[in-house]
């Protein structure tokens, strides 16, 4: 028999009777230190999980309960006894340093998978559920925000937009993706020598670029980079793969309240800067086996990479290339 | 636990008209947490977060259970399914609108307007919740399910907030707690916030003012140590170099003032709460909590996240060690109330959508 003191509270007020518990072998659980001896069933008592030091709650099919501090005791009854509430497989992973420390390991090595090969991969197949035709709905203000922020029209004569158009038009026409594929020439302002790819197949290159090229290759090159851009899907991947980082270092850092934009904030810059450069990298192999499939020298891409660097700066450079979304030109340039 | 004999004895003459201070207590240790949290966290990745619904009950049972009041202890009793539930219906709701605001710009703002219109039925949901799982000596919680109060306040004090260009926020969040707090009941014997809306302003007004002298020495400070004014970051290739002075110099100052706000805040609330004849004392100061703000900060950052559990229960100790009950009589005159059962789906979407619930 064991003896095992707590504190009775019968459900109805808050008033607290000190208690002694006495188990017996046949599974009744005797209270004394009332005014009368009660007798509950163990097979009809709940008993709540065990969780660090903190107080168990034995609760009777009456709603009275009582709290035990004394936890190895009530787990030897229940052991005892054979309970399903005696497993404490969690407990028991909580209560030991070494399982602490190995599940940390755990945690960041799956992490780290989940970040680098995971998250990407999920949302190159949730993408692929998607109609090619749904890109377009992604970002179809993004042109016209464009315009009224940063870009202005075009000042290259006609018939020299025509001559790229027609290049551009035949690096696509095999393309049987269902993006509509087009080229939009515009002034770049403070974008300067420029090219991006929208979600529809839209690719805008700005006049600075043009102007910046040495040979309608290097312009080729960068064009079949934006292509790249659209025919792997990556602002539909980006935006599923932004969510899916947000929801996990949410779900990692939680709730805490001083100073959250740093907690949760910058490693999710991190992840997201990590994930375009993927894309930047994917949008590379792209160029790559074009020019590789047209005979075009791989030089025409290095050219025009160190001379944007020339004149821009490096895309990273120092502690801020983990925030960069580029990879730096030194990692693009292949042979 | 060794005093509960004391106290015991102390309150076994119920017509005592006698007047005690008892002291919240909260006796978690930060390498024990250390050791749920991480358990949880890699159980919820493990399971792609389902888990996470288990994870909290161990979580709240944990802080639950070590927030001591009178030698007793709280107890939390929201079930992992409930609480599965209402992450499951949270989640969906996030992933619609980031699709919709994704798709369509107008079409997100229409959803958040459709959310905000929502945003009562959460709240009374979430209180309600949060209240009938807590209890303490086997005695429940409860939340009256005030629908047209909460309408009041979240949509049309909110919306006066946005009229007055936000003149009316301190109203706002007074009309806010006194919500939370006045529905609230333990067992029979309901809360009363008795503080007014002039407390609200009287804070705000000075929290407004620390923040404009915070900014303006932050500026100042930073012109002096770095060279360049804060125009200077509209210029991409300065921002590197910028960045790390920018936050040494801004950091501790803004947790200063969120550190005042929060302490204000907590002691205009909690400190001026009655249930039946007893009163809540709370007592936090500013130096302490800007102290932990920023000490918790660092060390999360330099030790990237381990630091977080030591930090949650550094936090709540504070909380709890400045907080105590007024106690005229006896604590063992409450009764139980009627038992209801409550999904969990309001907290839970709270949680995800982070509402500000106040308290």
Same mark, same amino acid.
């Given at each position: 028999?064991?003896?095992i003191?707590?504190?009775?509270?019968?459900? %109805?007020?808050?008033v607290? %009777?000190?208690?002694?518990?006495?188990?017996?072998?046949?599974?009744?659980?005797r209270l004394t230190?009332?005014?009368?001896v009660?007798?509950?069933?163990?097979?009809e008592?709940?008993?709540?999980?065990?969780?660090?030091?903190?107080p168990?709650t034995?609760?009777?099919a009456d709603?009275?309960?009582?709290q035990v501090l004394?936890?190895?005791?009530?787990?030897?009854?229940?052991?005892?006894?054979?309970t399903?509430?005696?497993?404490?497989?969690?407990?028991?992973?909580?209560s030991?340093w070494?399982?602490?420390?190995?599940?940390?390991?755990?945690?960041?090595?799956?992490?780290?998978?989940?970040?680098?090969?995971g998250i990407?991969a999920?949302?190159r197949?949730?993408?692929?559920?998607?109609p090619?035709?749904?890109?377009?709905?992604?970002?179809?203000?993004?042109?016209e925000?464009?315009?009224?922020?940063?870009?202005?029209?075009?000042?290259?004569?006609?018939?020299r937009?025509r001559?790229?158009?027609?290049?551009?038009n035949a690096?696509?026409?095999?393309?049987d993706?269902? %993006?509509?594929?087009?080229?939009?020439?515009?002034?770049g302002?403070e974008?300067?020598?420029?090219?991006?790819?929208?979600?529809?197949?839209?690719?805008?290159?700005?006049?600075e670029?043009?102007d910046l090229?040495?040979a309608?290759?290097?312009?080729?090159?960068?064009?079949a980079?934006?292509?790249?851009h659209?025919v792997?899907?990556?602002s539909?991947?980006?935006?599923?793969q932004?969510?899916?980082?947000?929801?996990l270092?949410?779900?990692?850092?939680?709730?805490?309240?001083?100073?959250?934009?740093l907690?949760?904030?910058?490693?999710t810059a991190?992840?997201?800067?990590? %994930?375009?450069?993927?894309?930047e990298?994917?949008?590379d192999?792209?160029a790559?086996?074009?020019?590789?499939?047209?005979?075009?020298p791989?030089?025409?891409?290095?050219?025009?990479l160190?001379?944007l660097e020339?004149?821009y700066?490096?895309a990273?450079?120092?502690?801020l290339?983990?925030?960069?979304?580029?990879?730096?030109?030194?990692?693009?340039?292949?042979? | 636990m060794?005093?509960p004999s004391?106290?015991?004895?102390?309150?076994e003459?119920p017509?005592d008209?006698s007047?005690?201070?008892?002291?919240?207590?909260?006796?978690?240790?930060g390498?024990e947490?250390?050791?749920?949290?991480?358990?949880?966290?890699?159980?919820?990745?493990?399971?792609?977060?389902?888990?996470s619904?288990?994870?909290?009950?161990?979580?709240?049972?944990?802080?639950?259970?070590?927030?001591?009041l009178?030698?007793d202890?709280?107890?939390?009793?929201?079930?992992?399914?409930? &609480?599965l539930?209402?992450?499951l219906i949270?989640f969906?709701?996030?992933?619609?609108?980031?699709?919709?605001?994704a798709?369509?710009e107008?079409?997100?703002? !229409?959803?958040a307007?459709?959310?905000?219109?929502f945003?009562?039925?959460?709240?009374?949901?979430?209180?309600?919740f949060?209240?009938?799982m807590?209890s303490?000596r086997? &005695?429940?919680?409860n939340?009256?399910?005030?629908? =047209?109060?909460a309408?009041?306040?979240f &949509?049309?004090f909110a919306m006066?907030v946005g009229?007055?260009?936000?003149?009316f926020?301190?109203y706002?969040?007074?009309?806010?707690s006194?919500?939370?707090? =006045? =529905?609230?009941?333990y067992?029979?014997?309901?809360?009363?916030l008795?503080?007014?809306p002039?407390?609200?302003?009287w804070?705000?007004?000075r929290?407004?003012?620390?923040?404009?002298?915070?900014?303006?020495?932050?500026?100042?400070?930073?012109?002096?140590?770095?060279?360049?004014?804060?125009?200077?970051?509209?210029?991409?290739r300065k921002?590197?170099?910028?960045v790390?002075?920018?936050v040494?110099?801004?950091?501790p !100052?803004?947790?200063?003032?969120?550190?005042?706000?929060?302490?204000?805040?907590?002691?205009?609330?909690?400190?001026n709460?009655t249930?039946?004849?007893?009163?809540?004392?709370s007592g936090?100061?500013?130096?302490?909590l800007?102290?932990?703000?920023?000490?918790?900060?660092i060390?999360?950052?330099?030790?990237?996240? &381990?630091?977080?559990?030591?930090?949650?229960?550094?936090?709540?100790?504070?909380r709890?060690?400045?907080?105590?009950?007024?106690?005229?009589?006896?604590?063992d005159?409450? $009764?139980?109330g009627e038992?209801?059962a409550?999904?969990?789906?309001?907290e839970?979407?709270?949680?995800?959508?982070? $509402?500000?619930?106040?308290?």
């Open positions: 028999m064991t003896r003191r707590g504190q009775f509270f019968d459900g %109805h007020s808050s607290r %009777h000190p208690v002694e518990l006495e188990i017996g072998a046949d599974g009744r659980l230190g009332l005014g009368e009660r007798e509950y069933r163990l097979s008592t709940e008993v709540s999980e065990r969780i660090g030091h903190t168990r034995l609760r009777f709603g009275s309960a009582c004394d936890n190895d005791a009530i787990d030897a009854v229940l052991e005892y006894f054979d399903t509430s005696a497993r404490h497989d969690v407990h028991r992973l909580e030991q070494t399982y602490a420390v190995l599940a940390l390991v755990a945690l960041v090595a799956i992490v780290w998978v989940g970040i680098e090969y990407p999920a949302a197949h949730v993408a692929a559920v998607f090619p035709r749904a890109d377009a709905l992604i970002g179809t203000q993004a042109l925000l464009l315009d009224r922020g940063y870009l202005s029209p075009s000042r290259l004569p006609p018939e937009q001559e790229l158009r027609e290049k551009f690096m696509t026409r095999d393309l993706d269902a %993006h509509e594929y087009r080229l939009e020439f515009r002034q302002g974008l300067g020598a420029n090219a991006f790819a929208l979600p529809s197949g839209i690719v805008v290159m700005t006049d670029l043009v090229a040495q309608d290759e290097e312009l080729q090159v960068v064009l980079h934006e292509i790249g659209v792997h899907r990556h539909l991947r980006m935006l599923l932004n969510s899916a980082t947000s929801l270092i949410i779900g990692l850092t939680g709730d805490v309240s001083s100073a959250s934009v907690v949760a904030g910058v490693p991190l992840v997201q800067a990590k %994930h375009s450069r993927q894309f990298n994917e949008a192999d792209y790559y086996a074009w020019m590789d499939r047209n005979g075009v791989h030089r025409y891409f290095t050219d025009m160190e001379r020339k004149k700066g490096g990273g450079s120092g502690a290339s983990w925030l960069s979304s580029h990879p730096s030109t030194a990692e693009r340039i292949r042979d | 060794q005093a004391a106290d015991a004895a102390a309150s003459s017509q008209s007047t005690t201070v008892e002291q919240f207590r909260f006796t978690a240790s390498g947490y250390f050791r749920i949290w991480i358990v949880n966290l890699l159980l919820s990745v493990v399971t792609l977060g389902i888990y619904a288990w994870a909290k009950v161990r979580r709240m049972r944990y802080f639950y259970g070590n927030t001591h009178a030698g202890v709280f107890e939390y009793h929201g079930k992992p399914q409930q &609480i539930k209402g992450r949270a969906g709701m996030f992933l619609l609108y980031f699709i919709v605001s798709v369509s107008l079409a997100g703002l !229409l959803l307007l459709i959310f905000f219109f945003v009562p039925w959460f709240a009374v949901k979430a209180l309600t949060r209240a009938r807590s303490y086997n &005695i429940r919680f939340f009256e399910q005030d629908h =047209n109060g309408a009041k306040v &949509i049309g006066l009229v007055t260009l936000g003149l926020y301190p706002f969040a007074y009309g806010r006194r919500f939370a707090i =006045n =529905n609230t009941s067992g029979k014997a309901r809360f009363n008795f503080a007014g002039g407390v609200f302003y804070i705000y007004f929290a407004a003012l620390l923040y404009i002298a915070a900014i303006a020495l932050g500026v100042a400070l930073f012109r002096v140590w770095s060279g360049y004014g804060i125009d200077a970051l509209s210029d991409p921002v590197g170099a910028m790390p002075k920018l040494i110099v801004f950091l !100052l803004l947790l200063l003032v969120g550190a005042f706000l929060n302490k204000c805040l907590q002691n205009a609330t909690l400190g709460v249930i039946h004849r007893h009163r809540l004392l936090m100061e500013t130096s302490q800007f102290w932990l703000y920023l000490s918790n900060t060390l999360i950052v330099a030790t990237l996240g &381990i630091f977080i559990p030591w930090a949650h229960v550094r936090m709540a100790k504070y709890f060690e400045r907080l105590a009950l007024e106690v005229h009589g006896s604590l005159e409450f $009764v139980a038992s209801a409550s999904a969990a789906t309001g839970e979407i709270s949680d995800l959508f982070d $509402v500000d619930l106040g308290l």
